[in-house]
């Protein structure tokens, strides 16, 4: 997968460009390389889904992206379950996101919910969002928070 991280960095940082989701450093993707998973076809990665595991035992899905003409096969659904499959296999229950496409995330039955039910997410990310001056829902977040609980 090291060799996927050029191509991973590009799918994510062209998306940011567009504003659907934040930027990403090369030493931010090598450092959490585990937990990415990539859609290819051949050797060219046309899809990326990542998640980062908080200290109150959630998941949180990040950097999902494709490239856009391979967007509505269902890529970013199956890369959204791969990350579920591999958060339940470590015993995580809750899973969340800041996404500005909920229905991806709701296709996987995630439920839009309230920025209060991020608290942790907000107060180390978000604060330091360049789109955001005062957090969630101030008027430059683009995002929706979205979380799946499992029993």
Request: proline share 1%; hydrophobic share 45%.
């Given at each position: 997968m090291l060799k996927d991280v050029k191509q991973i960095?590009?799918?994510?940082?062209?998306?940011?460009?567009?504003?659907?989701?934040?930027p990403k450093s090369k030493k931010e993707v090598l450092g959490m390389l585990a937990n990415y998973s990539v859609a290819a076809m051949g050797?060219?990665?046309?899809?990326?889904?990542?998640?980062?595991?908080?200290?109150?035992?959630?998941?949180e899905i990040?950097?999902?992206?494709?490239?856009?003409?391979?967007?509505?096969?269902?890529?970013?659904?199956?890369?959204?379950?791969?990350?579920?499959?591999?958060?339940?296999n470590l015993g995580l229950k809750r899973f969340f996101a800041m996404t500005v496409?909920?229905?991806?995330?709701?296709?996987?039955?995630?439920?839009?919910?309230?920025?209060?039910?991020?608290?942790?997410?907000?107060?180390?990310?978000?604060s330091d969002c360049p789109r955001n001056a005062s957090g969630p829902g101030d008027k430059d977040c683009n995002e929706q928070a979205v979380e799946l609980l499992l029993d």
């Open positions: 960095l590009d799918i994510i940082n062209l998306n940011a460009k567009k504003g659907t989701m934040l050797n060219k990665v046309i899809g990326t889904c990542g998640f980062k595991i908080w200290v109150d035992e959630s998941i990040i950097s999902l992206a494709t490239l856009k003409r391979f967007q509505g096969q269902g890529i970013g659904a199956r890369l959204i379950q791969e990350s579920l499959e591999r958060g339940k496409a909920p229905k991806v995330f709701s296709k996987a039955g995630f439920e839009v919910v309230g920025y209060d039910r991020l608290s942790l997410k907000i107060w180390v990310d978000c």
